[in-house]
């Protein structure tokens, strides 16, 4: 069956620190991955999408980045955390279709 | 570019009443519209599409959307509230090529007062 797996669900983090969230996905092969950050407040904002192994496409300029180390897998990461970092981290998949399907979220709380 | 705005940050309803969330879209040629719902710490839901077609797209919790090409709007709509619709709804768009990346508007917070 066709499903996201994000992990940590919650995290809390020191500023400064480094940051690892993984997304993995089964049921599909070769997919388009996503991750979107909701901030406090606001709408989702696409921060990295990728069509294939080690592709990666950066939509905003930031304290963050991706890697695609796996056909499905998806890793977001950050050397040194900011307080504005904080927010609700989702992956998502399309499998093939036309809409997005999004794993359950990573809260992440920069302190 | 492509774009959307939710004009109204907060709509509140009566249970029973016919609600409405707005959404207006920006996008070249011919759009893909969606409506996802998140419920709290959750992730986003999909509840509707428009691809092509009817207008009048009918999608999950008895909610349906009306797609309007030249008010370029996508409004989500319910004849009846239940105080469980109470959530946030993010309307999307994206256009016909690309890699599939959808855009979101800010959010509506629907609250269905009992």
């Known amino acids: 069956s066709q499903t996201i797996h994000q992990w940590p669900a919650t995290l809390v983090q020191p500023v400064g620190s480094p940051l690892s969230l993984e997304c993995t996905v089964e049921?599909?092969?070769?997919?388009?991955l996503y991750w979107y950050r909701q901030a406090a407040g606001r709408g989702l904002q696409l921060l990295f999408y990728s069509v294939g192994i080690g592709q990666i496409s950066s939509e905003v300029p930031q304290n963050l980045s991706a890697s695609r180390p796996q056909d499905r897998q998806f890793i977001l990461s950050s050397k040194k955390l900011l307080l504005s970092d904080s927010g609700f981290y989702l992956c998502a998949c399309p499998f093939g279709g036309a809409k997005l399907f999004f794993g359950s979220g990573t809260q992440l709380s920069v302190l | 570019a492509q774009s959307v705005a939710q004009p109204e940050d907060q709509v509140n309803v009566a249970e029973g009443n016919p609600l409405t969330v707005k959404c207006t879209y920006s996008v070249s040629g011919n759009p893909y519209l969606f409506w996802y719902v998140q419920y709290p710490n959750r992730g986003l839901q999909f509840l509707l599409k428009y691809i092509t077609g009817d207008n009048l797209v009918k999608g999950s919790y008895g909610f349906e959307a009306e797609f309007n090409k030249s008010q370029t709007s996508f409004h989500l709509k319910k004849p009846s509230a239940l105080v469980s619709d109470s959530a946030l709804y993010f309307c999307?768009?994206?256009?016909?090529?690309?890699?599939?990346?959808?855009?979101f508007g800010t959010g509506t917070r629907l609250t269905v007062i009992p």
């Open positions: 999307a768009v994206r256009d016909r090529t690309g890699a599939n990346n959808l855009f």
């Open positions: 049921g599909t092969s070769n997919p388009n």
